[in-house]
């Protein structure tokens, strides 16, 4: 069965502060996607990455980054130099291609609040 | 180039009053979704199409909810009767050959 844990519920930063946002999954197949959502206090979902199973190359967006490591089944999203506009609920996902790829599994999220 | 539009934003009503969510997806995208947030049950899916054929609906909660999708521009979700417990936010999201999904601003509703 599959399942993603996010196990941080909250956090807060100080301003300019690195945080990582930890994500853990389980699946028994061997092809899936791994994704991260923000969701801002605004409500909206809005996408950030996404990540195949077989592609483990770190991947590096700004002051976002994104570490995948098959051999723990996480999939971290480190964010540096942390401002105020990345306050938001942050949603780590999965799909897998045997139950079909169009369903996601999200993860309970974790809040961060990024204090000025 | 808009993205995924839902409609209305916020509805309150009350229980057993019938209930209409409103959806357009992003223009040419092939597949669209309908997810329920709760505080209890985090975001769920509820239903998907795939060129306007519903392929998996094991998530709608009961038949009071329906959804249909008309034409590929156009979708709505349906509660009725609506209940208290039917509250949260519920957001349609669209994709191209079933990969990225987009998502809506959601729509936040209330039974009172």
């Known amino acids: 069965a599959q399942k993603v844990t996010q196990a941080q519920t909250e956090i807060s930063v100080v301003e300019k502060e690195d945080v990582t946002l930890d994500c853990v999954y389980e699946?028994?197949?061997?092809?899936?996607?791994l994704f991260w959502y923000k969701q801002p206090p605004s409500g909206e979902l809005v996408f950030l990455i996404r990540?195949?199973?077989?592609?483990?190359q770190n991947e590096i967006s700004g002051r976002y980054s994104w570490n995948f490591q098959k051999s723990t089944s996480s999939f971290n999203f480190t964010i540096t130099a942390s401002q105020v506009v990345d306050s938001a609920v942050y949603f780590c996902?999965?799909?897998?291609?045997?139950?079909?790829?169009?369903?996601?599994?999200f993860g309970t999220g974790t809040r961060l609040t990024v204090i000025p | 180039d808009a993205g995924v539009i839902q409609s209305p934003r916020h509805e309150v009503t009350e229980m057993g009053q019938e209930v209409t969510l409103r959806c357009k997806p992003i223009s040419g995208h092939d597949y669209l979704f309908w997810y329920r947030q709760t505080m209890m049950r985090g975001l769920e899916l509820l239903i998907y199409?795939?060129?306007?054929?519903?392929?998996?609906d094991s998530g709608m909660p009961e038949d009071r909810f329906s959804a249909k999708m008309p034409n590929a521009s156009f979708s709505t979700l349906k509660i009725q009767p609506s209940e208290p417990r039917d509250s949260a936010v519920y957001f349609c999201a669209s994709s191209l050959e079933g990969n990225i999904q987009y998502f809506g601003a959601g729509t936040r509703l209330s039974v009172l």
């Open positions: 990540r195949n199973s077989f592609d483990e």
């Open positions: 699946t028994r197949d061997t092809t899936y996607y």
């Open positions: 199409f795939n060129n306007n054929v519903p392929i998996d």
């Open positions: 996902a999965l799909s897998e291609a045997q139950t079909g790829a169009n369903n996601l599994f």
